[in-house]
T-cell receptor, first 116, second 120 residues
Framework: AQTVTQSQPEMSVQEAETVTLSCTYD???????LFWYKQPPSRQMILVIR??????QNATENRFSVNFQKAAKSFSLKISDSQLGDAAMYFC?????????????FGTGTRLTIIP | DSGVTQTPKHLITATGQRVTLRCSPR?????VYWYQQSLDQGLQFLIQ???????AKGNILERFSAQQFPDLHSELNLSSLELGDSALYFC???????????????????FGPGTRLTVL
């Protein structure tokens, strides 16, 4: 079974600084997809960024970028120029494209605090 | 706003009761997923419907059931409620390709705001 591990229950960063959240996963699949979702205090689950495993290039979305290391099964999220609105729980998630097995498997989350 | 709507936002009920949670997917999305977020279990997949049919099942209790209607909205029914069923229930939707194959960006799951269920 696929598992997703987030080893940092909590992280904090000074406003405008850079922070990296860690995620590792275990799978025997070669084709899969990885996601970071953000859950602010409102509890809404918001997609931050996604990465296709067959792509070697790391995904970026404005201040958010990932470091995808397929061999190491590592998928970290880097947030640059941290802003107060980035304070949230961040969940790493995994899925495969296979018919009938499209569910997301989530890690336990990392709570990010932004220090003004 | 993800385009996925869920009602009600909050639900407070007693043990032994039955409740129905409703989800309307984004326009054009055929798949609906239900997830449960609780303090001790984290985010867990419950069940998926695709175009009206059940497509995948996770660790969904027998007391729970779901369906997807012809207009693609979905309902999650929870019965014989227990204290441990208190949680945030999310619905997510995606287009999905309908077949296995390479990710095309249409398979991203977009989440609704959730229904917070409290069982007293």
């Amino acid at each position: 079974a696929q598992t997703v591990t987030q080893s940092q229950p909590e992280m904090s960063v000074q406003e405008a600084e850079t922070v990296t959240l860690s995620c590792t996963y275990d799978t025997s699949e070669s084709d899969y997809y990885l996601f970071w979702y953000k859950q602010p205090p409102s509890r809404q689950m918001i997609l931050v960024i996604r990465q296709e495993a067959y792509k070697q290039q790391n995904a970026t979305e404005n201040r958010f970028s990932v470091n995808f290391q397929k061999a190491a099964k590592s998928f970290s999220l880097k947030i640059s120029d941290s802003q107060l609105g980035d304070a949230a729980m961040y969940f790493c998630a995994y899925r495969v494209p296979n018919f009938g097995n499209e569910k997301l498997t989530f890690g336990t989350g990392t709570r990010l605090t932004i220090i003004p | 706003d993800s385009g996925v709507t869920q009602t009600p936002k909050h639900l407070i009920t007693a043990t032994g009761q039955r409740v129905t949670l409703r989800c309307s997917p984004r326009s054009g999305d055929l798949s609906v997923y239900w997830y449960q977020q609780s303090l001790d279990q984290g985010l867990q997949f419950l069940i998926q419907y695709y175009n009206g049919e059940e497509r995948a099942k996770g660790n969904i209790l027998e007391r729970f059931s779901a369906q997807q209607f012809p207009d693609l909205h979905s309902e999650l029914n929870l019965s014989s409620l227990e204290l441990g069923d208190s949680a945030l229930y999310f619905c997510a939707s995606s287009q999905d390709t309908g077949t296995s194959g390479r990710f095309r960006g249409t398979d991203t799951q977009y989440f609704g705001p959730g229904t917070r269920l409290t069982v007293l």
